[in-house]
DNA sequence: CGGTTGGTTGATGCAAGTCAACTACGGTGG
DNA sequence: CCACCGTAGTTGACTTGCATCAACCAACCG
């Protein structure tokens, strides 16, 4: 069976993890400026990086190719799908700048992902990235923080899809995506994708997407300046409804 | 936020992850026999581990709890589950012998664990994994292939819940369990876990799940010798229905 | 034997899906 | 400049799959 690819933002380490296989672990007073997240790390190889651009809708790989690449968003937003036989869509996760994919221990990737938006990214071969977490404990150890974080997103989501109703979905996935666009309560809230984006992200359709956003701003909850963008009214009002612990 | 805690078996080493980390690889003539699974490692440090028994509905560890052990099902089940404020519970995943659970980099545990029939653990401590972790790459390629295989798990089980209907998702999940149990087809399949496990791990209610249970009785593709045991008489059909590719 | 627990079945209600019409917007070209 | 088009989103009417509520059943056990 092939291996999911992990999909999530690049993952700070916990000092915890960097205590148990980093030694000696970096002084607190150094700590902050030290590399500490995997993307640091992967300037060291940029060299060996390519940049590519995506305009929308455009295939950025497919399920089942190779897993010879990671990835890092530079800019735009890219969407992550498996498809089934019967033409179903569900996708995975949204991909912002900073996050990092393909970091998949299977021979084949297990979903397709494809830009949302006009991207830029920029793709390291996988030898060169292994290469570097072979002889660097530390690569290592945030490597796994960072499948650790995927794994919480996915489990988080699971949450989500199995116990919540329509317009909860629709609040957590706002607060979700405001939190990693580290939006400041009362900006607008740009919404890359398309309804139908979200209707198969969240398990649901475009029209029930279309009236939970409508139903927020009647209980004002946001305000709609236009369809592309949201604006946070009543985050208390969001997070109860969203109610994730 | 937390990190979430994997769950699931051990996952074996895929010839392409095994050749990026562990140099030099192992000869194909004693690949067979060399450990290549994070459970043969565990066997090192067996006597650092501690058993212990659990009776039904027992708790193993709670949501917050430190993350300083690592585990192993040696009989037995347990499930892992997030309970919400509002007293919701979602059933993250059920663990059977041979599967591991606890690695996770985070200083607390993201879910609680709970015997859903008698079961006997193995505990590690953390530090002691981790220190066979630190001196042995190959327990590390197979702690990324473990956290892998864990995020594919958590991606598929999305594609259910987010996509599948009731019936669906039954046919999925007693295929998974059936594939985990190594179970031949005409074997009876048991059920360790209740109606109510089963609901809240497929994000539906117990009336559903026997309502769908039946449907598929009366379909014939299974048989229900009684209520803990099901026998899988018409695998193709219930491929058909999962239809995962 | 009654009580308890877990599962099944039936009747009914409702949240979300489906189908279809309509609106808003952003080109593109006469 | 407006007319036309295609795409994306919204809204309404209706349907349906699952939840809810409630009764019933079977196994187990003191």
Redesign the interface.
């Known amino acids: 069976?092939?291996?999911?690819?992990?999909a999530a933002r690049a993952?700070t380490?916990?000092?915890?993890?960097y205590n148990?296989?980093c030694?000696p672990p970096p002084s607190q007073d150094n700590a902050a400026a030290a590399p500490v997240t995997l993307t640091d790390h992967l300037h060291r190889i940029q060299g060996h990086g390519a940049r590519m651009y995506f305009t929308r809708n455009e295939t950025v790989f497919n399920q089942d190719d190779p897993?010879d690449q990671v990835y890092r968003i530079l800019s735009g937003t890219v969407r992550l799908c498996?498809?089934?036989?019967?033409g179903?869509r569900?996708i995975?996760d949204f991909l912002l700048p900073g996050d990092l994919m393909g970091?998949?221990?299977?021979?084949d990737l297990?979903?397709s992902a494809e830009a949302v938006t006009e991207s830029t990214l920029i793709a390291f071969p996988?030898?060169c990235f292994?290469r570097l977490?072979?002889e660097n404990?530390a690569v290592?150890?945030q490597?796994?923080?960072h499948?650790?974080?995927?794994?919480?997103?996915?489990?988080?989501?699971?949450?989500v899809?199995?116990?919540q109703k329509a317009k909860e979905r629709v609040a957590s996935f706002l607060l979700r995506l405001a939190d990693r666009m580290d939006l400041i309560c009362g900006d607008r809230l740009d919404l890359p994708m398309s309804r139908q984006d979200i209707a198969?992200?969240?398990?649901l359709t475009i029209e029930t997407i279309s009236r939970m956003i409508t139903a927020l701003r009647n209980e004002g909850a946001i305000l709609i300046p236009n369809t592309q963008q949201i604006v946070l009214r009543d985050m208390a009002a969001l997070r109860k409804l969203a109610?994730?612990?």
């Open positions: 069976m092939p291996i999911v690819l992990s993952a380490i916990p000092a915890a993890a148990r296989f030694a897993a498996r498809y089934m036989p019967d179903r569900y995975v970091f998949v221990e299977s021979p297990p979903a996988r030898i292994d977490a072979n404990a290592r150890t490597l796994l923080c499948l650790s974080s995927n794994l919480l997103t996915a489990h988080q989501h699971m949450f899809l199995g116990c198969d992200h969240l398990g109610a994730e612990d």
